[in-house]
């Protein structure tokens, strides 16, 4: 229970760090400068494309719904 | 009338993901139906990386990762990544210790959850197809 409440705290922690990148354009780089700049490599973008896929293929198609 | 077409357009997108999204999100997991409709938008996207088709997506200006400016992320990601480690370690389903997607899993149990994920998972895929290489000057 306790880790449930960590993983939720790191992913609205991760989507206000990410929404505060793109409004403020602090110094620091969000996530979305992050894979642009590793998409612009053929090679990136095709690695991203993998990823993406295994997150799709994982969570829509082999997920277990709780009891 | 440029406005009323892609407005029109945008409707028609969205109509499409939606139909779409709620056929795909309604399928049994496991099943193969399930990888089908997870597969054929993978296809489409792989196939549309490879030729180099895909609207091109509005691109911030061309920054320099370096571990200083990235920090931040690299903080939470390794965080993720090794209670996810931990997770997995301990068989993937601790009741402790649950991996990413057992707590995912959760979100997963209503079809409206699955249906607003699947369409942000199409968007992202979308939006990787159209990030081109940057002209040569």
């Known amino acids: 229970m306790v880790v449930a409440l960590v993983w939720t705290a790191l992913l609205v922690a991760a989507l206000a760090w990410e929404c505060w990148c793109r409004l403020a354009r602090p110094r620091w780089l969000g996530v979305t400068d992050i894979c642009f700049a590793v998409a612009r490599h053929p090679v990136g973008k095709l690695l991203l494309i993998a990823v993406w896929a295994f997150v799709g293929w994982h969570v829509f198609a082999r997920y277990t719904l709780p009891a | ?137």
Request: glycine share 14%; proline share 7%.
């Open chain 2, 1 to 137: 009338m440029r406005n009323g077409g892609t407005a029109l357009r945008f409707l028609l997108v969205t109509a499409g993901v939606v139909t779409y999204g709620y056929w795909a999100t309604g399928r049994p997991p496991f099943g193969a139906s399930a990888y089908v409709a997870v597969g054929i938008p993978i296809a489409l996207v792989a196939a549309a990386a490879l030729v180099g088709r895909g609207r091109s997506t509005p691109q911030p200006t061309p920054v320099l990762v370096t571990v200083r400016s990235a920090w931040p992320w690299l903080l939470i990601g390794g965080l993720m990544v090794g209670l996810e480690i931990v997770g997995l370690a301990l068989g993937g389903r601790s009741a402790a210790v649950p991996t990413l997607s057992t707590v995912v899993d959760h979100a997963l149990a209503w079809h409206l959850g699955r249906l607003l994920l699947f369409a942000g998972w199409l968007l992202v895929g979308w939006t990787l197809v159209g990030v081109h290489r940057p002209e040569r000057q």
